[in-house]
């Protein structure tokens, strides 16, 4: 495999403790000539659904890369530590459903192994910072163009561990869907593909609240709820100036019915 110059970096270890610095320290040390890309690292603590939309909606505008995600609320349990090759990218972390949506939008999985190569890991990995003491360390290997293959035996992509998916359910006069992600500005991104608004008249109703379906924020007054495509093709719930989250009460999980006003 040839090198290559660039690491993606997501995680839940937020900015507070030195998580984040102790891996870019591995990360430099192991493959110093590569740089690395802060996806983000403030996905809510142990929300593998909310790091996987991240994840999965960003990597297809990021150069090739090896991306480092570690969501990992069953770190130094039987769960699985992998590496992925989707696409021209490749994928590591913990074998929890964080990775595959990725993988899709990469391509899809082509190959999958399970890190086990003693050798490369930390001297004595922590039963806790799998993040530091096991990916970071494969993730530099790998951008330096070291082989898949001696990360670890491959293992049948089938078996990895997948997310439950997503309620969607199409109505006669609208539909159900579940609550994605909600972003820092308090937009609500549900799990319905936007195709779903397009049999939709301009005056709807979120649940209970009036809504009006345009294009972008602006298209309506300050305070008014609207519903729009987000940037990742996906059904948003926004508010002009506020946070939708807040006025529906929401929180990701959630279910909101969309229907004709």
């Keep these: 495999m040839a090198p290559t110059p660039w690491i993606s970096f997501t995680t839940d270890y937020g900015l507070a403790d030195g998580f984040v610095a102790a891996c870019h320290g591995v990360l430099a040390q192991v493959a110093p000539t590569a740089r690395v890309i802060d996806v983000t690292h403030l996905v809510p603590p142990g929300d593998v659904r909310r790091g996987a ?10 150069p090739a890369a090896v991306h480092l995600a570690v969501v990992d609320p069953g770190v130094g349990t039987a769960r699985r530590a992998v590496a992925l090759a989707a696409g021209d990218g490749l994928l590591v972390g913990p074998d929890n459903g964080l990775l595959l949506d990725a993988a899709v939008a990469l391509g899809g999985v082509r190959t999958a192994v399970e890190l086990t190569n003693r050798d490369w890991l930390g001297a004595q990995p922590s039963a806790t910072f799998h993040g530091r003491d096991i990916f970071a360390p494969v993730t530099a290997r790998l951008a330096l163009g070291a082989p898949l293959a001696d990360a670890g035996p491959a293992i049948d992509p089938s078996t990895l561990v997948r997310l439950p998916a997503p309620l969607v359910r199409p109505e006669t006069d609208g539909f159900t869907a579940e609550i994605l992600t909600v972003d820092h500005f308090g937009n609500v991104q549900l799990a319905a593909s936007g195709n779903l608004l397009e049999p939709l008249p301009r005056s709807l109703r979120v649940e209970h609240q009036p809504a009006v379906r345009v294009r972008t924020f602006g298209d309506v007054g300050p305070g008014e709820l609207l519903v729009h495509v987000d ?27 969309v229907t004709a006003g």
């Design 231 to 257: 940037s990742a093709g996906q059904v948003a719930v926004a508010v002009n100036g506020g946070r939708a989250a807040d006025l529906l009460g929401v929180v990701p999980g959630d279910q909101l019915r």
């Design 53 to 62: 939309a991240v994840l999965a909606q960003t990597v297809p505008y990021l």
